[in-house]
């Protein structure tokens, strides 16, 4: 059970990175691969971690899955977990806008959520998983260009600003 008043640190539910790293490194040397380094960890946001940010974010921003014209982004995202929430609410909240599920994925997954991932292998597993593995539904999300590819803490301030603007649309 999470506790909703976050009274412990986050690593009372995950490992700490260091802990990641070698169990990842772990993994990776049993699959005969290496160069997983202790600085180099992946943190995955638990679902109910997710639940809990997408609550809020409708707290704080009431009918917000229910407006057609807003966007969201993860520009950060590992396994698109909090994209797949951000869809599934997207989803159930535009039902009375746009009745038919089909154009209403397609409006959601072409118009309102945008997703950077910092290799291919986290940006193949996020679009597989937002797609529901459907290849028509992956199909437009990388045609939409709004799901990339790129790591923005590697970026120069204005590398940031127009990667981020060519992915919105405002270049």
């Not at 490992?15 to 040397?29: D, Q």
């Not at 290496?34 to 639940?51: E, H, I, N, R």
């Not at 707290?59 to 599934?88: C, H, K, Y």
Request: aromatic residues 8%; charged residues 25%.
């Amino acid at each position: 059970m999470i506790d909703r008043n976050f009274s412990y640190g986050v690593f009372a539910v995950i490992p700490p990175p260091r802990r990641l790293a070698a169990i990842w490194a772990r993994a990776f040397a049993a699959l005969g691969r290496s160069g997983c380094s202790p600085d180099a960890t992946l943190v995955f946001t638990p679902k109910p971690v997710v639940q809990m940010m997408s609550d809020a974010l409708e707290a704080q921003n009431p009918g917000i899955f229910s407006d057609p014209d807003r966007t969201f982004a993860d520009l950060f995202s590992t396994a698109g977990l909090f994209l797949m929430e951000l869809v599934r609410r997207l989803d159930k909240g535009l039902a009375d806008a746009i009745p038919d599920q089909d154009e209403r994925l397609r409006h959601i997954l072409t118009r309102q959520v945008f997703e950077m991932s910092h290799n291919a292998i986290l940006h193949d597993n996020t679009l597989e998983a937002v797609s529901g593995g459907v290849p028509e539904r992956r199909a437009w999300l990388v045609d939409s260009g709004h799901f990339q590819v790129g790591n923005l803490a590697h970026m120069t301030s204005e590398e940031r600003d127009k990667t981020i603007a060519e992915m919105l649309g405002d270049s």
